[in-house]
T-cell receptor, first 115, second 112 residues
Framework: GAGVSQSPSNKVTEKGKDVELRCDPI?????LYWYRQRLGQGLEFLIY????????KSGLPSDRFSAERTGESVSTLTIQRTQQEDSAVYLC?????????????FGPGTRLTVL | DAKTTQPPSMDCAEGRAANLPCNHS???????VYWYRQIHSQGPQYIIH???NNETNEMASLIITEDRKSSTLILPHATLRDTAVYYC?????????????FGTGTRLTIIP
């Protein structure tokens, strides 16, 4: 079946503009995660959604970052007033979420460049 | 979650077995060892995971030492498409700790 999809694949924006990144999880996956990967660095956790529970926002770097998810479907990550340090690849992952052992499957990412 | 140590880079000849080591000397009893890889410009891809027994699937084998302080990911017949960065992570698998933290991994280059 289809994997995790993300759009756009690339986004170039000017400093100060808002951007919205989209993630479509694997159908039936109740858990959804957002990560950030700066050039040459490892993954940095941002936020986690599980079913209808309140999201775990512990990784969001500032109040300019927010994310929403409607039910168990699409999620959007919004970055307001973008800064150059926001430039990174933003990765979305989903898992079945039925047990802690569930494996996370990643999308291809959105490469964000803030000029 | 325990910290892992991996060599920054490795080469392997095409067709040979690629053995990627990972040190996790501070691993605790309820932490699993997970391996992911990231091919250039793609998202991370799950490979395999284990607790204490050796594991094998269609992609790879995972050998965990008896004391669980280190493990080796084995790609039995490496192909050029296996060129990627390989991440070894250990994590407590429990509700409330689902997030993954990746280090810088091992950059594996398969040589024709």
């Amino acid at each position: 079946g289809a994997g995790v999809s993300q759009s756009p694949s690339n986004k170039v924006t000017e400093k100060g503009k808002d951007v919205e990144l989209r993630c479509d999880p694997i159908s039936g996956h109740t858990a959804l995660y957002w990560y950030r990967q700066r050039l040459g660095q490892g993954l940095e956790f941002l936020i986690y959604f599980q079913g209808n529970s309140a999201p775990d926002k512990s990784g969001l770097p500032s109040d300019r970052f927010s994310a929403e998810r409607t039910g168990e479907s699409v999620s959007t990550l919004t970055i307001q007033r973008t800064q150059q340090e926001d430039s990174a690849v933003y990765l979305c992952a989903s898992s079945q979420g039925l047990a802690p052992i569930d494996t996370q499957y990643f999308g291809p990412g959105t490469r964000l460049t803030v000029l | 979650d325990a910290k892992t140590t991996q060599p920054p880079s490795m080469d392997c000849a095409e067709g040979r077995a690629a053995n990627l080591p990972c040190n996790h000397s501070t691993i605790s009893g309820n932490e699993y060892v997970y391996w992911y890889r990231q091919i250039h410009s793609q998202g991370p891809q799950y490979i395999i995971h284990g607790l204490k027994n050796n594991e094998t699937n269609e992609m790879a084998s995972l050998i965990i030492t008896e004391d669980r302080k280190s493990s080796t990911l084995i790609l039995p017949h490496a192909t050029l498409r296996d060129t990627a960065v390989y991440y070894c992570i250990v994590r407590v698998v429990s509700f409330g700790n689902e997030k993954l933290t990746f280090g810088t991994g091992t950059r594996l280059t398969i040589i024709p």
